[in-house]
Each structure stands twice: as structure tokens, then as C-alpha cells.
């Protein structure tokens, strides 16, 4: 087994570790590596929504299956183990406005919401009341500190990279935080589950939103507000009335298929103005943006990012798949401006937009916002 420093202070078997375990190998894996490097390690179990509907599924965490799955591991490893009911706070601080959000016209990202809320706060909470130095999770990303403090970096394996889904940390957080498999890529956490003999080391990943059944996102929405499938029209950007849709909750950005409408080319969902019940459709290079505002800014670099009026170079990553892009950003009261050096296709409020320091594989996270306005190459060119 290989040895993990946490670098917390004193003798490591004084040093109660708090392990965030999901029931998936990453965090199967995280738990057994630091109670082998000689930290008293508790795991703790967070059950989210409603595991009695979904103990069957695959595909999904925090409920179920993959809670006996945790408790399993944390058996074989002879370490304690906990299971909390977050069920009501999830459903406050995740759900419900992921629903609120999604009605208003925007594409939110629930990941962030629940790291920022629930695992990165209240469970980090949790973690301090039980006199834990540090809480660990198994995501895939890398901390280290930079004048004393802790950052946090994109890890050595690019294909799992989940700092975007972890821009919203906080500093204070961060210092609280680590995260061990940021040294490592997934085969060789996969190997390493298989040779301390984890009964999850062949356990698929997680692939859907925990809470969103086969990723109907509109089923979600309509259990919580039934009332809320108003319908409207579907409208070309050229201002044509093409169709009538069942409610926007049924469309996101950059959609093709199932728009329910006949044209000579291909129309993609280029906005959604719920205000209107209208959905706005155009050919694909209507998808095309460069200019955006972001709002919720969190900040992780140095300095001052309010001193960035006339404009910083980042790189700024608008989506989780999408590989960091040359921009510039200002920052006047709180709220951030982007411009992006080359076009992205599809950018959509409610997404997060993370900036890093470089574009490459120890770049640094420092920070993000929501976008909250975006507004596309032709649209700048217009006015």
C-alpha cells in the first residue's frame, strides 16, 4: 500500500480523519489509504434523497446500494462508520433550487450546489464537531499550500478532472480539506481497489445526477411543481413563430432533437426566456458566445480579484467536458465580465465557469461564478 501525507500536525494515529465515503471506488479507495498511512479514520455516509426508490439503480451514489457498499468497506477496513440522513437539507439546499433554476430558463450544475452546501458545509461541519483535523474525499483534484494557505489544482489525470465541479470552495474550506487521489489515475486507483481486495473495484462510476431518474430532468421538475409545465411558443431567432412546446422545463441550450419542429436546416435551442414561456431556436452558429457575466464570483487565487477593472487574462472553462480557453475578465462590485478569446458553442446560465491560471495539467484553480447573462458573437457584433 502505497503512503499518503496528509501534513496535518503531530503523530498521525493522534490525528482523527473524517472520509466522505459515497460506496464508489474513489472514495473506497481514499478511506483505505489514509487509514493505511496511520490516521484514525472515520467514514461517514451521507444518504441524500430517497434510497428505498432507488436501491435498485446503477449509475447514481448516496443512497442504496452504495450505502451498504460503503459499510461494507469500511468493515473490511476495520474502520468506523457512519450513515447521516441529509435528506431534507439535500432537498432544501440541492433540489429544490436546482428545479427553481432549471423553471427560470437556466441549465443549472446540482454537483457544485451539493459540494458547496452539503458535503463542503455541513458535513465539513460534522467533521469538526467530532474532532476530526482534516475531512477527505475522493474527488480528482490536488491541493497544496501556496503562502500558507491551501489551492487547489487540476490533478494528473485530465480525463477525471473534477476541479470545475469544485471552483466554489472556499479558501477556508480548502485548508480543512484533501483529497489523495489527485496523485493518481483511475486505472491505477482501480488497481490499487483490487489489490487491498475492495468488494467495489470493479463497481462502475457514477454517470447520472444522483437524484434524476435515467436523466429526465423534467420528471424531477414536474414531481416538485406540477403546475409549472406552462406551455408557450417555439420561436426563431429571425423572430418566426415555429411550433408550440409543453414547457421550457423539456428543453436546454444547445438541444437538437426532440424539439417537435419541421425546418430545412438544423435548429438547436439557442435560449430560453421563461419570462415569455418562449423557446428560442436558431441554426448552430447562433450557439456561438463570447461575452457573459457571472454572478456568486468565488475566489481562490491571490490577491484582490475587485482590482481586476481593466480586464486579467485567465484561462476560463465554461463546461465540465470542454478544455480551459483563453479570456479576459473585470470585476466591478462583486460581479465578473467574460470575454473569451475564441468562441464556445452553447454556453448557458446557470453553468459554472471556473478560470485557472494556465492551460495545463497542474494549472490552478482560481475561482468561478454562475453565468448569469450570456450574450452570443452575432448578438455582440449587432450591437
Known amino acids: 500500500m502505497l503512503d499518503i501525507d496528509l501534513e496535518l500536525p503531530g503523530p498521525r494515529s493522534k490525528a482523527r480523519v473524517l472520509v466522505a465515503m459515497s460506496g464508489g471506488v474513489d472514495s473506497s479507495v481514499a478511506a483505505a489509504l489514509v487509514n493505511a498511512a496511520g490516521y484514525e479514520t472515520i467514514g461517514v455516509t451521507l444518504q441524500l434523497y430517497d434510497h428505498g426508490a432507488a436501491i435498485h439503480r446503477s449509475g447514481a451514489c448516496c443512497a442504496?446500494?452504495?450505502?451498504?457498499d460503503a459499510k461494507r468497506v469500511a468493515q473490511a477496513l476495520g474502520i468506523a462508520h457512519?450513515?447521516?440522513?441529509?435528506?431534507?437539507?439535500?432537498?432544501?439546499?440541492?433540489?429544490?433550487?436546482?428545479?427553481?433554476?432549471?423553471?427560470?430558463?437556466?441549465?443549472?450544475?446540482?454537483?457544485?450546489?451539493?459540494?458547496?452546501?452539503?458535503?463542503?458545509?455541513?458535513?465539513?461541519?460534522?467533521?469538526?464537531?467530532?474532532?476530526a483535523a482534516a475531512m477527505v474525499t475522493g474527488h480528482y483534484v490536488r491541493t497544496r499550500s501556496v503562502g500558507g494557505r491551501r489551492a487547489l489544482f487540476r490533478p494528473v489525470d485530465a480525463d477525471r478532472d473534477?476541479?470545475?465541479?469544485?471552483?466554489?470552495?472556499?479558501?477556508?474550506?480548502?485548508?480543512?480539506?484533501?483529497?489523495?487521489?489527485?496523485?493518481?489515475?483511475?486505472?491505477?486507483?482501480?488497481?490499487?481497489?483490487a489489490e487491498i481486495g475492495l468488494s467495489v473495484a470493479e463497481k462502475s462510476d457514477s454517470q447520472d445526477i444522483c437524484f434524476v431518474p435515467q436523466g429526465r430532468y423534467s420528471d424531477v421538475i414536474e414531481k416538485l411543481k406540477p403546475n409549472a409545465a406552462d406551455e408557450g411558443d417555439i420561436v426563431h431567432i429571425d423572430g418566426r413563430v415555429l411550433g408550440r412546446h409543453r414547457g421550457i422545463m423539456?428543453?436546454?441550450?444547445?438541444?437538437?432533437?426532440?424539439?417537435?419542429?419541421?425546418?430545412?436546416?438544423?435548429l438547436f435551442v439557442v435560449r430560453l426566456d421563461a419570462a415569455a414561456k418562449r423557446v428560442i431556436v436558431g441554426p448552430r452558429e447562433a450557439l456561438a458566445t463570447r461575452r457573459f457575466r457571472l454572478r456568486d464570483l468565488n475566489w481562490l487565487g491571490d490577491g484582490d480579484p475587485s482590482a481586476w477593472t481593466e480586464g486579467q487574462e485567465v484561462y476560463a472553462r465554461v463546461r465540465s467536458t470542454r478544455p480551459p480557453v483563453k479570456a479576459s475578465v473585470s470585476v466591478q462590485a462583486g460581479e465578473a465580465s467574460v470575454i473569451l478569446e475564441d468562441s464556445e458553442?452553447?454556453?448557458?446560465?446557470?453553468?459554472?465557469?471556473?478560470?485557472?491560471?494556465?492551460?495545463?495539467?497542474?494549472?490552478?484553480?482560481?475561482?468561478?461564478?454562475?453565468?448569469?447573462?450570456?450574450?452570443?458573437?452575432?448578438q455582440a457584433c449587432a450591437a
Open 82 to 131: 457512519y450513515v447521516l440522513d441529509y435528506e431534507s437539507r439535500f432537498r432544501e439546499a440541492v433540489i429544490e433550487p436546482f428545479a427553481a433554476s432549471y423553471l427560470s430558463g437556466e441549465t443549472p450544475v446540482p454537483c457544485v450546489a451539493c459540494n458547496q452546501s452539503v458535503k463542503f458545509s455541513d458535513l465539513l461541519d460534522t467533521a469538526r464537531q467530532l474532532g
Open 162 to 193: 473534477q476541479s470545475y465541479f469544485l471552483y466554489a470552495t472556499t479558501a477556508e474550506q480548502l485548508d480543512f480539506l484533501r483529497f489523495p487521489l489527485g496523485d493518481f489515475t483511475k486505472p491505477e486507483v482501480r488497481a490499487l481497489a
Open 345 to 378: 458553442m452553447g454556453v448557458a446560465p446557470g453553468q459554472a465557469c471556473v478560470f485557472y491560471d494556465r492551460d495545463a495539467s497542474d494549472a490552478r484553480v482560481l475561482g468561478g461564478g454562475v453565468i448569469a447573462q450570456e450574450t452570443t458573437s452575432e
Open 64 to 68: 442504496g446500494q452504495d450505502i451498504h
Open 250 to 266: 423539456h428543453y436546454t441550450v444547445g438541444q437538437r432533437r426532440g424539439l417537435g419542429i419541421s425546418a430545412a436546416e438544423p
